[in-house]
């Protein structure tokens, strides 16, 4: 039964099965070092502009609820191993458990959309989306020391994060995805590869946030929010 | 090495099916590269046209065919359409996707159907691009420069960066699938060693797609939402820094000249070593040339900013470093060079093309070394001098390359010879009309003639005029191709499997080939351009 | 074409990672990240960016060879993965050369 999965799922260019997943597992490697690339534009306007108006970004920063942001870690983390464990599922011909692991694994996903829907619902209540409404006030009501480059501070937030969140949104389909197709039995031992694959590009989404986080949430000391 | 030239029409991957949803849902990544070909080819007339527009306007001093604001939107589109939508995938798309798998011996890509993906992400790119153009037109320049196309252009740079955008994507995929192919898909007994140079130019070219092209895409999604949302990440207005864009723009734009470049070297390298009967000199060099290009490529970007307002610090190394990347180009010269000494040279269209590339590519190259140097590139900076340089480089090189590699293999894809006297006189033409049209502009442009300028001083115009009347050859030398190409789809000569004598794998199928290629993975045991034990017999060519 | 006898049906991965590891590397980023937010609690001036992309570096380092096998995978992805890393690098450290210098004055 093995077997008839993983002959029925090998392509007529690739030689063997073998070969098939290196090559499938590879391509996403290399998918992913676009995706590097596609987010570390939005790393280097952070760089410059952080290094050019540090506390332009301390006062925007001071802004983000760290416990949420630090929840949210923690929720893609969970994420993060519950995937791998799943992938361990295929792989091990467990698919009972596979499938409720990487359900798991969407409520983790979904819940931290939640979480970023109510902090992005609290900046856009409080004017800190970018734009002609943009209307910033510190923290602790001080006037702030550089407002125009605190707004460039929250368009990175809402553009690095907001980008975050839509790779998240495709995650979630992606493990979708792989649900139905082990609930139909297309994944055996022999024949993960979609699984494996689908996992690289979870944690990988897990990865941005894992820096996404103190970048954005943690820049001084002085933190507040709540 | 089977010769006789077949009379019966046997099953190939063009007839192997028909009907429209047999080519739009194709896999068989011969069949994409004749899908790209068609809308590269529509692309590049489109892009043409707005040439003709550009160099009629500039046929008199006062710049009477267009208004200036009709002539920036003039520039800006052939711009965006020649370096986005025809040089970037040109060789890569067309020849790369048709050929790269028979170099290696596979029976398709890694991913065909990523492969048709990419091909459907360029079409909607181009139709999003060119809805933008036909509706109002884009003004920004192809540069896209802040804060003029986020805030202050009243065109459609919405339009058009999203179709780029999307663009974008193709390229990537492209890129990906050849690198994992030529990792993963290689035959017995082709090491890296023995693989052709067509394949590690295309390999190169595929790095820089895949790491260069998301940076663009990042900036030009950033660029529509400032606009969008009146954000201020490049606005100064808004506290954004304008040359941040330029730093993320070129960081992309810089290595895309040798996305461009690379594949055309490529068929260069195939070519040269063919119609010289030898192997190619220095093989391993200039195999690592193209990976040293690619990598050099990535660092000297901001030599397009020298004069923007960046740290005279930072030109420094950048113009340091803008010399280093000439260094591989030039080795690549010299070995062709050194392949052609004492080799048994034929005149065939296909070398024709190479002679050209060589030359014009050497002019284009080292007056790209004059603008490394920043107390002249200060001196010529958005002259003529720059768009003779790199029209020099991109159409004197790269087109040039692309009607080599077209002409070269022409028999393989499509089963037919085209008429060689036609070709000769066409690629005649081609190299006249070139030089006529861009030589003066060098001059122009050392005398201080401002580039995307609509009118000019009077004294200027002797030279625009003979620029002009140069386009029109040129233009009739890229006319003829399409003519006699078409014409020999079903008048031209039965094409042999191999009608240029060529050592390669894609050369011991049939013209043209079956769907699956090989009807046995071949294994490899030869030397890359074993050409010491091709037989010397005459060639026989269409007439 | 070499095809594999249909009777050696190899998994294609051949090795599989105990659960502990997993949830060992899980607890280490979970420990990390609290890590994280307690550092940015103390004033360490300008080393409160280096701790923390230490930490956020190492965590990545954990999620990249366990949970996506890089430790387990061939050279040929452990080296796409480092070439990402370097471009990235070339792009913000040379970017930097014109931001870090724009203030010094210029050459005489």
Known sequence: MDLQVAEHALQHHFADMEQQQETSTFGMWMFLLTEIMFFGGLFCAYLVYRSSYYEAFVEGSQKMNIWLGATNTAVLICSSLTMALGVRAAQTGKKKLMVVLLLITILFGLGFLGIKGVEYHEHWENHEFP????????????????????EIYFSLYWAMTGLHALHMIIGVGLVTWIILGGLAGAYTPAYFTPVEVVGLYWHFVDLVWIYLFPLLYLISKKHGGG | MATAVQTVERENYLNSNYGIKSWLLTTDHKRIAMLYLVSITAMFWIGGFFAMLIRLNL??????????????????????IMVFFFLIPSVPAVIGNFCIPLMVGAKDLAFPRVNLLSWYIYLLGAITALTAMVTGGVDTGWTFYTPFSTTYSSTH?????????????????????????????????????????????????????????????????????????????????????PLLFQHLFWFYSHPAVYIMILPGMGVISEIVTCFSRKRVFGYEFVALASIAIAVLGFLVWAHHMFVAGISVYAALVFSLLSYFVAIPSAVKVFNWTATMYKGSIRYETPMLYAFGFIGLFTIGGLTGIFLASLGLD????????????????????????????????????????????????SA??????????????????????????????????????LSTAGASILAVGYVLPMIYFLWSLRYGELAPPNPWNAVGLEWMTPSPPPTHNFDETPIVTWEAYDYEHQPQEEVTVGH | MTRRAADEHIAPESHVIPISLYVVIWAALMVGTGLTVFAASVDLGIFNIVVALLIATIKGTLVVLFFMH????????????????????IMFSLSMTDYLTRGWSTLH
């Open chain 2, 428 to 465: 005649l033409l081609v190299f006249v009309g070139f030089n006529t049209t861009f030589f003066p502009q060098f001059i122009l442009g050392y005398m201080g003639a401002p580039r995307r300028y609509h009118a000019y001083p009077p004294e200027f115009q002797v030279l625009n005029v």
């Open chain 1, 131 to 150: 734009g002609p409404n943009f209307h910033f006030q510190t923290i602790d009501k001080t006037p702030p020391v550089d407002p125009q480059h605190t």
């Open chain 3, 70 to 89: 890089l430790r387990y995978s061939t050279k040929l992805t452990m080296v796409t993965v480092v070439a990402a890393i370097c471009f990235l690098l």
């Open chain 2, 378 to 425: 200060v001196h010529v900076h958005d002259t003529y001098f720059i768009v003779a340089h790199f029209h020099y480089v991109m159409v004197g090189g790269m087109v040039m390359a692309y009607m080599a590699g077209l002409h070269f293999w022409w028999p393989k894809m499509s089963g037919r010879m085209y008429p060689e006297a036609w070709a000769k006189l």
């Open chain 2, 157 to 241: 740079v919405i339009g058009a960066a999203v179709g780029i955008f999307i663009t974008g994507f193709s390229s990537i995929l492209t890129g990906l699938n050849f690198i994992v192919t030529i990792h993963r898909m290689r035959a017995p007994g082709l090491t890296w060693r023995r693989l052709p140079l067509f394949c590690w130019s295309n390999y190169a070219a595929a790095l820089i797609m895949v790491l260069g092209t998301p940076v663009i895409a990042i900036t030009l999604l950033l660029v529509a939402f400032e606009r969008a949302f009146n954000i201020g990440v490049f606005n100064p207005q808004l506290g954004g820094d």
């Open chain 2, 59 to 80: 046929l008199t001093p006062t710049g009477d065919l267009v208004t200036s604001d009709t002539y920036n939107k003039l520039f800006t589109m052939h711009g965006i």
